[in-house]
């Protein structure tokens, strides 16, 4: 089957194409130089007057994982506002704030994304993400481990074990749960919430260990580098929400010392405390240090107003925010020696001061980073919007009036808290596709993926050229996954099951004799069936491992 | 004959994983770690291998014919028990989607009891690694947890070795309402739990006299239940004193009449003791023979936890009209689909048509028009389960080759044909 994807605009940003009008041949999946000689073409389409990019990649957004399970079971009434009925084709299920799976995967792929990544994936939990995630259709996925409020780690770091022990570990537990990439959550202060620490700064000792977040990050950090992984250490920093925790957050890009660092959803991490409400913007600050330190990359967190839920590892920082829980019903929970979760509704308000304020500071971080390569489009789904929301954010980066007339709209006292209205950047197609394929595939370290080279699986969306950038993002008009079209004028027409990507870098196994007497004296499951095996990924006959390259092999 | 050791089970809900079992061809023995839970679980024999369609022996693909074709002329199926482990799980809801089916948990009456304190409220909760190696108060509301789980106090109190405690025999545990039925309770040094009784239709008074005196209210009365304020009182100062304090109810004991706001009240109490600036957590029990898993599996392919309807061509939820025997007894369903991989226990009786995928060895007091022996999952066949605290799930391994199928691959077939059936 060769398929001719005919006189397209193509923003390939990983080829320094943008916006040339080219072909593109696809067979056998993958995308395929101009063949030579007559080779019948089986399909073409007339792409004259379309966009052309890869599949958008979500690299951080909470598809799979129990506290996702918690949060939809939590609340019901926020699936009866949106039913969603069974086709031909597609399975039922609910969406808004929280989808089903099956949902999931059809509306993403109905907004041309044909991958993202469960940036919190529990190591003792991790079955269950990548169960949940085995039944999102259409997409390719993939997970971050989270350490650093697990006790293993927390004892070795005391116990001063050296990095290569660290090292060990930490590719142990990638083997074991099957990630691509290390996170941490509010480093060491999921554990100190269960010694009823309340907050943990930067600099501030864990009362049981003798370890401090920086530590936690630095050696982390140094082992994802050391290893070769090619996705940076993902942050999820101290303080999340705190105002004033811009401070922290420079900190943290100092204490880092050079190392590769992604700050994730920074716009709950860009706080100053300012102003008649002690609450203020740290967005340029913020932005300043991303430019600056080229070792560090981000993605927004973008808050969008309305109905969500948040739904995060850090119990510290979700118990203090319980009391703004909308509807009034939350979750907290501490997991296994491992983690925690807390789940906490919200309900963003542009009339609510704060809530308006977070979102001018997510808009000015997008605006305030030079370079597109080092940020990221995220709503840290469902955190701070549903991944839904994402074409009406891409037309606020790209389209300035609309912006300002969305500003013109929100708390009046946040408006002047804000240097939004002075920002006239307005984002090129060139740069969505940046943000969302190209800088994507290329910080996680997706090989094949995210560009339109010969030889890359023909993950591909095409959209119709529109000013209104909101209704061009939310319905392309073909979506194609490895090859096949899944998506026609933004409708599922073809379910098919994405692969999971995970990396698998070396390591000595001597690591599994610590680990065999922790598990025997203190955990509460055998070493042998902690670790998922390949065939829990595969048995269902749907779903497959892709193992990438370590760190300078991706092309 | 070989051994096979590290076994998890799938029938104790508290993800037991160190059994030996012995396997002699189709004859499992439990030879180590065993409890009156398990062992008769693991080793109760096989007897049936082959369906029945009413009564007569059949080969699969007939069984699975004949429960398709029951399927496909319907206009309301329900889809009980749902006892299985996740990829039966998942079947089964594709195939209710399919043909528009109710979705109901055989556990879900006890479930609801905290699915209702949860949707309301929420609740702060701990999982067994926590209270393994932080718990030092734990008080137990009406419930007996050895009768629960006889392993529970061994594998998870009175551990040896704990990360935060120095010595497990200091821990303190403490009974409001039931009584224990044995003495697992008691720690290897010899200290006892203290035991508060009361009726179980006490309880929801005397969580609510715990409430009021956690927020400082002054009570006149001096006995709640047969109580002492004095020793409730008690029983908040250690929760209170506590590093770590756990609240462990099991929703399946509770069986009075809205038991939902007496878990409520556990929760609240547990809260409150969060906002005090003392930490504490709650510690609901569940997960046996699927109960768990179905409310999960359920969770991410609908939105809800295992009640649900598909006969509007979506998922509904409803805690309360989707339940089996309502629907039965108001003659709503007209054919009734029965998973029960885990025990021999029959389906409600019922007239209308019935296909039962049950453990072999199941027992009808009325045979039912289809009739098919699966595998138990961990026993016959690989899978996943889910144990009581919610968020671990345990890889269930294959001991034995019996050639029974697999809810999975049952529950697919019959899909398979009613799929080409309707194209």
């Known amino acids: ?555 | 004959m070989i051994e096979i050791t590290e076994v998890p089970s799938p029938f104790c809900g508290i993800g037991t994983d160190d059994l030996n079992i012995q396997v002699d061809g189709l004859s499992l023995t439990v030879k180590s770690h065993g409890c009156a839970v398990n062992t008769p679980a693991f080793e109760l024999p096989i007897s049936d291998t082959q369906p029945r369609v009413d009564g007569q022996i059949v080969s699969l693909e007939t069984a699975v014919a004949k429960a398709a074709n029951i399927l496909r002329d319907v206009r309301q199926p329900l889809f009980g028990g749902c006892a299985t482990d996740v990829a039966g799980m998942r079947a089964l809801l594709a195939l209710a989607d399919r043909i528009g089916a109710v979705v109901d948990n055989t556990a879900f009456n006890n479930a609801r009891r905290n699915m209702l304190a949860l949707q309301d409220t929420g609740w702060m909760n701990t999982t067994l690694a926590e209270l393994k190696n932080r718990c030092d108060v734990l008080l137990i509301v009406g419930t007996d947890l050895e009768g629960f789980a006889p392993r529970f106090f061994e594998r998870y109190l009175w551990n040896e070795e704990s990360m935060h405690l120095g010595n497990t025999n200091s821990r303190e545990i403490i009974y409001l309402g039931k009584s224990p039925s044995g003495t697992a309770s008691t720690s290897p040094s010899g200290r006892q739990a203290t035991i508060l009784p009361c009726a179980d239709a006490d309880l929801p008074e005397v969580m609510a006299a715990l409430s009021a005196l956690l927020k400082g209210r002054k009570l006149q009365a001096q006995t709640i239940a047969g109580l002492a304020i004095s020793d409730l009182q008690s029983i908040l100062d250690k929760l209170k004193a506590a590093n770590y304090g756990v609240i462990c109810w099991g929703a399946a004991a509770l069986a009075f009449e809205h038991a939902e706001l007496t878990v409520q009240a556990i929760c609240s109490v547990v809260k409150d003791i969060n906002n005090q600036e003392v930490r504490c957590s709650g510690f609901p029990l569940g997960g046996r023979e699927g109960d768990q898993t179905a409310n999960q599996v359920c969770g991410w392919t609908t939105g809800y936890p295992a009640r649900v309807s598909f006969a509007r061509g979506f998922p509904e939820y409803d805690p309360f009209l989707f339940e089996t025997q309502l629907l039965l007894n108001n003659k709503e369903a007209d054919a009734l689909l029965w998973v029960q991989a885990f025990n021999v226990n029959p389906p409600p009786s019922t007239e209308i048509p019935c296909i039962v995928l049950g453990r072999s060895g199941m027992k009808f007091n009325k045979e039912p028009q289809v009739f098919i022996p699966i595998g138990t999952p961990g026993i016959d066949h690989a899978g996943h389960a889910y144990r009581l605290d919610n968020v671990v799930a345990i890889r269930l391994k294959k001991l034995r080759d019996s050639g029974l199928p697999s809810t999975a691959q049952v529950l697919s077939a019959i899909e398979q044909i009613l799929q080409v059936s309707t194209c």
């Open chain 1, 1 to 555: 089957m060769l398929i001719k994807l005919t006189g397209g605009a193509i923003y390939d940003p990983a080829n320094g194409i943008a916006g040339q009008q080219q072909d593109i041949y696809i067979q056998n999946g993958r995308i395929i130089d101009r063949p030579a000689g007559d080779l019948p073409v089986d399909q073409e389409y007339d792409l004259k007057g379309k966009v052309v990019m890869s599949g958008a990649i979500d690299l951080h957004t909470h598809i799979g994982g129990g506290k996702g399970n918690i949060a939809r079971t939590l609340l019901p009434e926020d699936h009866r506002i949106d039913p969603v009925s069974r086709t031909v084709l597609t399975r039922s299920g609910s969406g808004h704030a929280m989808p089903s799976t099956f949902v999931t995967g059809y509306r993403y792929a109905e907004m041309g994304y044909t991958a993202a990544f469960e940036p919190a994936v529990l190591p003792i939990n991790a079955r269950q993400a990548h169960m949940e995630m085995a039944d999102i259709p259409i997409l390719d996925k993939g997970g971050y481990v989270l350490l650093g409020s697990d006790d293993f780690l927390l004892r070795m770091l005391t116990a001063k074990k050296d990095q290569k022990a660290i090292n060990d570990y930490v590719a142990w537990i990638l083997h074991s749960a099957k990630g691509i990439g290390i996170k941490v959550v509010n480093a060491g202060g999921i554990s100190a919430f269960k010694f009823n620490q309340r907050k943990l700064d930067l600099d501030e000792k864990n009362s049981h260990y003798d370890v401090t977040p920086r530590q936690i990050l630095h050696t982390l950090a140094k082992a994802v580098k050391e290893l070769g992984l090619t996705h940076p250490l993902h942050v999820h920093g101290c303080n999340l929400g705190v105002p004033g925790n811009v401070e922290t957050t420079l900190n943290t890009i100092e204490g880092i010392e050079g190392l590769p660092m992604h700050l994730t959803h920074i716009q709950f991490h860009s706080y100053g405390k300012e102003g008649d409400f002690k609450f203020s913007s740290g967005a340029a600050q913020i932005a300043e240090a991303i430019n600056r330190n080229k070792n560090i990359t981000a993605d927004v967190g973008q808050v969008m107003f309305g109905q969500t839920v948040t739904a995060s590892g850090d119990n510290m920082r979700q118990h203090y925010n319980h009391r703004y829980a909308n509807p009034n019903k939350w979750v907290c929970m501490d997991i296994e020696c491992d983690a925690g979760c807390g789940i906490v509704p919200f309900k963003y308000q542009n009339q609510n001061f704060v809530n308006a304020l977070q979102w001018a500071i997510g808009l000015e971080t997008f605006l305030l980073v030079n370079d597109p390569w080092r940020i990221f489009l995220t709503t840290d789904h469902p955190n701070g919007a549903p991944f839904m929301s994402y074409p009406h954010l891409i037309r606020l980066l790209m389209d300035k009036s609309f912006r300002n007339d969305m500003l013109a709209t929100i708390h009046p006292e946040a408006q002047k808290m804000t240097t939004l209205a002075s920002i006239d950047r307005e984002y090129t197609l060139n740069e969505i596709a940046i943000l969302t394929r190209a800088g994507a595939a290329r910080i996680i370290g997706l090989q094949d993926r995210g560009a339109l080279s010969p030889g890359n699986w023909a993950d591909i969306t095409v959209y119709t050229d529109n000013a209104d950038r909101q209704a061009m993002f939310t319905k392309p008009d073909y979506v194609f996954k490895d090859g096949e079209l899944v998506v026609k004028d933004g409708e599922v027409v073809q379910v098919k099951w994405g692969t999971t990507h995970i990396v698998r870098p070396d390591f000595d196994h001597s690591i599994e004799q610590d680990l065999l007497k922790y598990f025997n004296s203190f955990m509460t499951m055998k070493l042998g069936n902690f670790k998922i095996s390949d065939d829990e990924i595969t048995e269902d006959g749907r779903g497959s491992l892709t193992a990438h390259p370590l760190r300078g092999a991706v092309a």
